[in-house]
């Protein structure tokens, strides 16, 4: 099929290449020059592992292309919106400026008979909002396939889905011929596109549009009241004794509960968490649905209340005083195998030891190039040994591969205090406290955690020594 792809950040551009690579021909488009070029040379504006990879095979075959000009789409049978829909500025809700700005420049372009499928996270009532954009155009078709990508495995979750979601006009009833049982409209166009997918057998759901444009946000509130959850109790771990590890790991073998999205750490950030459990308050609170505004509400607190808790316990590893002292970040982006750093937990916490007059030095093994231009407070270094050098305290933030990997010994002759607070608890503690480390996590029973194997108070003899 010809299709078009509207906006290519993270979502179109991924949607834009796998596209290509099942067949179809596609053209994406956006009004930044600069990424268009780059895009169009086979070079991702970000990093994905594997994206690159189907962008340079998209252009060898000629499938793929990239426009800044919206009449490159005309031909095009599908459309879909990809373009951004942040947090606004002046609320919990999602900014719908560029979608509603895509689509009118689109229009203009659009064939008859032509299919516009949204695929952004949207508040319930966007898509009413869109048709009245489109006005007269009654011959074209409009319908909604939200998407379930995640950062660092986007291209695997884009090629090799858990489901596929099919929002159309009257829903599934209206979807299907009632005799046949064949798709028609939206459905059918959908099903051309992902017919690859369709025959692998992934599942399909096809359902009213109120309920694609919200299921999007449900699952990510769902998730990341799963996550706030295991924070929460780590807290309450870490007063009583207990080691969340172990304690989520028990919960995890409920098959009830299961241990995705279990692990007690610092907490979520990124583009996609923490707008949609605030657009869903949003949307729950101008329903008078208060249950839900009142749960991602503490959902939202929690997670925040890890960032100020982190820096509260780097501050009690360095007795007490951030002040003056050298400490090293390790990782920038709000999460591995990804350069994004919006609303970043590691960065938040660099900028908050920062603020309380520690020396911070920050690396990360993809991001520090977008970091160090939104945060001159802070230093960055591209190599971990060189970040490491004269350190008083490290804070492992992000659980990159290369940290998890990273030896105590070595890290050791590089530091001038060997201690190490493991937020995202990862490491391997007792080896490190084997090296002669102080190590502490979120949960995992500090008590223990602090103490050498001769029986010292590891945590106090840190603290004195200071002080000196």
């Not at 909002?129 to 660092?152: C, H, I, K, T, Y």
């Not at 490491?388 to 030896?407: I, K, N, P």
């Amino acid at each position: 099929m010809k299709i078009s792809v509207i906006g290519c950040g993270y979502l179109g551009a991924v949607h834009a290449a796998t596209l290509a690579s099942m067949g179809h021909t596609v053209v994406g488009i956006d009004v930044d020059a600069a990424k268009v070029d780059q895009l169009g040379r086979g070079l991702a504006p970000f990093f994905e592992p594997g994206l690159d990879e189907l962008l340079r095979d998209g252009r060898t075959t000629g499938r793929l292309k990239f426009s800044t000009d919206f009449a490159a789409a005309a031909s095009a049978q599908v459309h879909f919106l990809c373009v951004g829909t942040p947090q606004s500025k002046t609320s919990d809700g999602a900014d719908l400026t560029f979608l509603v700005a895509a689509t009118e420049a689109l229009l203009p372009h659009l064939a008859r008979g032509a299919v516009v499928v949204g695929k952004s996270t949207v508040p319930v009532g966007t898509v009413d909002m869109l048709r009245s954009v489109l006005g007269a155009r009654a011959d074209v078709q409009l319908g909604w396939n939200p998407e379930f990508l995640r950062q660092g495995t986007a291209v695997k979750d884009t090629l090799v889905p858990d489901r596929l979601v099919y929002g159309v006009h009257g829903g599934r009833a209206a979807a299907f011929n009632p005799r046949s049982g064949a798709p028609r409209g939206v459905t059918a166009a959908l099903d051309a596109v992902y017919e690859p997918l369709l025959n692998a057998g992934i599942p399909r759901l096809v359902c009213n549009f109120a309920t694609a444009e919200l299921i999007k946000s449900a699952a990510n509130a769902y998730l990341a009241t799963k996550v706030s959850f295991i924070n929460a109790i780590s807290e309450l771990c870490d007063a009583s004794g207990a080691d969340v590890a172990e304690l989520s790991e028990a919960m995890g073998m409920d098959p009830r509960i299961g241990n995705r999205y279990m692990h007690a750490g610092l907490g979520f950030g990124g583009g996609c968490l923490p707008k949609d459990i605030r657009s869903l308050r949003s949307q729950a609170d101008a329903l008078g649905v208060d249950p839900v505004n009142d749960l991602m509400s503490v959902v939202d607190a929690v997670n925040i209340r890890q960032r100020t808790r982190t820096v509260a316990v780097a501050a009690e590893l360095c007795g007490g005083a951030l002040s003056g002292r050298a400490i090293t970040i390790l990782g920038a982006a709000f999460k591995p195998e990804t350069d994004d750093i919006r609303d970043s937990p590691a960065l938040d916490v660099a900028a908050r030891l920062a603020a309380a007059g520690a020396h911070v030095t920050v690396t990360d093994p993809k991001a520090v190039n977008h970091a160090w231009l939104r945060y001159p407070q802070l230093r960055f270094e591209a190599s971990a040994s060189r970040a490491l050098e004269g350190a008083e305290l490290v804070l492992l933030l992000t659980e990159w591969d290369e940290y998890r990997r990273l030896s105590p010994m070595v890290a050791g002759g590089l530091v001038r205090r060997r201690a190490i607070l493991d937020a995202r608890n990862v490491l391997d503690g007792a080896a490190w406290r084997a090296e002669g480390w102080v190590v502490r996590g979120l949960g995992t029973n500090p008590r223990v955690a602090v103490t050498h194997a001769d029986g010292r108070d590891a945590g106090a003899e840190f603290s004195a020594a200071t002080q000196k």
